[in-house]
C-alpha cells in the first residue's frame, strides 16, 4: 500500500513540475516575442527558475522515497 501511495506521490510530483516548467517556458517565449530586445535577460530568468523548479522537484522526489 505505501509503494503504490509513493508512486502516485511521485506521479504528481513530475506532473507538476513539468506543467510549471511548460507553463514558464510558454511566459517567457511570449514575453520574447513582445519585447525581443531583452530577450537574453528572459532567458536568463527563466533558465534559472526552471532550474528552481527542477530543484525543489528532485528534493520533492527524494522526501518521497525515503518517506515511503
Do not use: H
Not at 517567457?28 to 526552471?50: C, L, V
Request: proline letters at 1%; hydrophobic letters at 60%; zero cysteines.
Amino acid at each position: 500500500m505505501t509503494l503504490s501511495l509513493t508512486a502516485v506521490g511521485l506521479g504528481i510530483i513530475v506532473l507538476g513540475a513539468g506543467l510549471g516548467i511548460g507553463k514558464l517556458g510558454s511566459g517567457a517565449m511570449e514575453a520574447m516575442a513582445r519585447q525581443p530586445e531583452i530577450s537574453s535577460k528572459i532567458q536568463t530568468a527563466m533558465i534559472i527558475a526552471a532550474a528552481l523548479i527542477e530543484g525543489v522537484a528532485l528534493f520533492a522526489i527524494v522526501v518521497a522515497l525515503l518517506k515511503g
